[in-house]
């Protein structure tokens, strides 16, 4: 006998794979779009099923943007209250209407809001969440979701199942998984849901963009193709001019380790791994980085790493696919010489 | 105030680290364990609350008998009492069991409580579930990442940060409700020795015959998430071709491997 605070459930009514969408004000945040395309991954491995998604008070827009990237499906929670975001109430009407479609999984970004919604409609449905996984499966024979996650300060992968209850849920980060390519020529179906909350618990009183001052004028980290990336071996802030002067070079951004933010030198908004950015460059270029484990759980999807570093014994040189042995100091002006040299040529 | 903080005694270090070869879980018998670090900066916000508004601030935990030195040391920091379900049901417990002791501990125990604080995540398991799931127990509203709070009447008046937006929200939060602290945003105060050596006496123990939970509902058998398995960490295979040499050279190479490999 299963747990009887386990609502008795029929494992076949449940199908589909769903997909919160997140919203950002009136666009929709990149991960769930990331999660649709790992979502038609997992329903062709099921067989072909239903690929859906969720959008709390959001435009049909908005909707069309997500079949365009995968959805078959976009169901959205139409409540004027639900436009301004309290984390109970959006999590009360998002398991409101999973609860009604029964999908066999339930993804989420583990954003912020994400985290912050995910255990809460994980319970309201009486179910097991998975944190931040890197990797989902699925076992054909038991059609279970493996849901595997990096634990332990990333030395171990574990993988979970969710053998007794539905949906299977799991958490993935921004970056993790790509981005599907927009086809506006795929249709879908928009559903629009009345979903009435319980009196409001929560309410917002204000909100304050933090002035924070970026680095550089370059795009964010998780979306370019060369991110050149600096550490505490900097040593300086002035460091970290010579970086994006590299990086402008070759048509990418600038990235750090933790200890970098620390410093002062780059915001959080550049930070790379466990609890920064996962990111899945072309080209990484570590310049003054140790490669912590939790540093190189970012950048395990980067298709080449370079890595500058003096210690021919730090583990990001084993970690690399080029390790230069040296003191970026002397490197990398030089090699901003050089390629400005060959820019002049062509 | 009657606040109480969810504590858990983590595993400090990786290299402290081993798994159960038969559940894949945690073994957190016969492992120093100390509090998780960002429960620290909970701990400390509770206090501070306390400092502001009078009242109790009780620290929870869920562990076996090896988690009783980290309490001590919160009760050294201030903390009035700590309350510990310990029981071998207990073992093996996903974020929904786990949360589920904890909230009916509170409900038992604690049950003119008025806030409920966690840290932002662990640093063993960073899932940051457990606030939110017990919440969801409680039937109280709930807010993360939070790192300053004002009380005015039942209701809680607390900023948020939200790092990946770069924005700062205020809320209000109908009491009892449940917070998570923001990590890294509170200096946590000192542990006074004179106050953790009698800590002890401070320290409730609450096993599952006091709780009296279904044992199909705890632990183990009450998680509906299994590890199905476990495996160290590996990564994808790099060329680790080292490149040395005076600088000029250096960069020459450099600027060759960046033509052959397509990025200039
Ligand atoms: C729970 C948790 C989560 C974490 N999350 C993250 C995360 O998301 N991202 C992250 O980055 N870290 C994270 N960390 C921290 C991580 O463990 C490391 O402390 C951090 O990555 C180290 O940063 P670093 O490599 O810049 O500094 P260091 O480890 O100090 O390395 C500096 C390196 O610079 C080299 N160096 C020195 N001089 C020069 C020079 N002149 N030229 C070139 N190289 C030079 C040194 O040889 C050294 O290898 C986390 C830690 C914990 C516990």
């Given amino acids: 006998m299963p747990c009887r605070l386990w609502p008795p459930i029929n494992k076949e009514d449940y199908r589909g794979v769903w997909v919160y969408l997140e919203r950002e004000g009136e666009r929709l945040k990149d991960v769930g779009l990331e999660l649709l395309g790992k979502a038609r991954d997992l329903a062709q491995k099921l067989g072909g099923v239903e690929v859906a998604g969720v959008l709390v008070a959001g435009g049909e827009e908005l909707a069309r943007e997500a079949i365009y990237h995968g959805a078959d499906k976009v169901v959205i929670i139409d409540n004027p209250d639900l436009k301004i975001y309290t984390p109970a109430e959006y999590a009360e009407a998002i398991a409101r209407v999973v609860q009604k479609y029964r999908p066999e999984i339930f993804l989420i970004g583990a954003t912020k809001r994400g985290r912050e919604l995910a255990a809460y409609i994980a319970n309201t449905l009486a179910t097991g969440i998975t944190a931040d996984c890197t990797a989902l499966e699925i076992d054909p024979k038991t059609r ?15 993988t979970i199942r969710t053998p007794q209850r539905r949906p299977q849920m799991a958490s993935v980060r921004p970056g993790v998984f790509p981005k599907p390519p927009r086809d506006p020529s795929r249709t879908g179906e928009i559903i629009v849901e009345k979903v009435e909350v319980a009196k409001r618990r929560t309410r917002l009183v204000s909100i304050e963009k933090r002035l924070e001052k970026d680095v550089a004028d370059l795009p964010p980290v998780e979306s370019s193709d060369v991110v050149v990336a600096g550490g505490r071996g900097l040593g300086t802030a002035e460091g970290f001019k010579l970086l994006i002067e590299l990086a402008k070079l070759l048509n990418g951004t600038v990235g750090a380790s933790l200890m970098a933010v620390r410093a002062g030198w780059a915001p959080h908004t550049r930070q790379i791994g466990q609890t920064g950015k996962t990111i899945r460059p072309k080209l990484y270029i570590a310049v003054g980085i140790s490669g912590a484990i939790q540093h190189l759980m970012g950048i395990t999807e980067a298709k080449m790493i370079i890595a500058i570093n003096p210690d021919p014994h730090a583990p990001i040189m084993e970690n690399a696919d080029y390790a230069v042995v040296g003191d970026y100091k002397q490197i990398i002006p030089l090699l901003i010489e050089e390629l400005k040299r060959l820019k002049n040529q062509s | ?14 290299s402290a680290i081993k798994i159960d070869p038969k559940t894949g879980t945690l073994v957190r018998e016969g492992v120093p364990l100390t509090t998780n670090v960002w429960d620290r900066d909970a701990v400390e916000f509770a206090l501070k609350l306390k400092d502001r508004y009078g009242g109790e601030v009780i ?3 869920m562990a076996p008998p090896s988690g009783i030195p980290a309490l001590e040391s919160l009760i050294g920091m201030g903390v009035d009492r700590a309350i510990l379900a310990s029981d071998r049901a207990f073992a093996g417990a996903d974020t929904w069991a786990t949360a589920h002791v904890l909230a009916k501990t509170i409900e038992k ?14 640093i063993d398991s960073t899932t940051a579930h457990i606030g939110a799931q017990t919440a969801s127990w409680l039937g109280v509203p709930y807010v993360y990442y939070v790192y300053d709070a004002e009380v005015k009447g039942r209701t809680l008046v607390v900023r948020r940060f ?9 809320y209000e939060v109908d009491m009892p409700a449940v917070i998570s602290v923001l990590k890294g945003s509170q200096i946590p105060r000192e542990v006074k020795l004179s106050r953790k050596l009698n800590a002890r006496e401070y320290i409730q123990i609450v096993s599952n015959k006091e709780l009296g939970l279904d044992p199909e509902c705890i632990g183990l058998r009450g998680s509906p998430t299994l590890v199905a398995g476990m495996a160290p960490a590996t990564y994808p295979p790099r060329k680790k071709v080292v490149i040395q040499g005076v600088p000029s050279e250096v960069v020459k190479k450099l600027v060759e491997i960046l033509k052959s490999e397509g990025v200039l």
């Fill in chain 2, 109 to 122: 125990y604690v049950p003119d409580y008025d806030l409920v604080v966690a840290g932002e995540e662990t």
């Fill in chain 2, 1 to 14: 105030m009657k606040i109480v903080v969810l504590t858990k005694a983590a595993v400090p270090l990786s």
């Fill in chain 2, 59 to 61: 620290a929870l935990s």
């Fill in chain 2, 162 to 170: 939200l790092e990946d937006e770069g924005i700062d929200e205020v």
């Fill in chain 1, 144 to 158: 279970d979701l493996l849901q595997i996650r990096p634990t332990f300060g990333g030395t171990q992968l574990a």
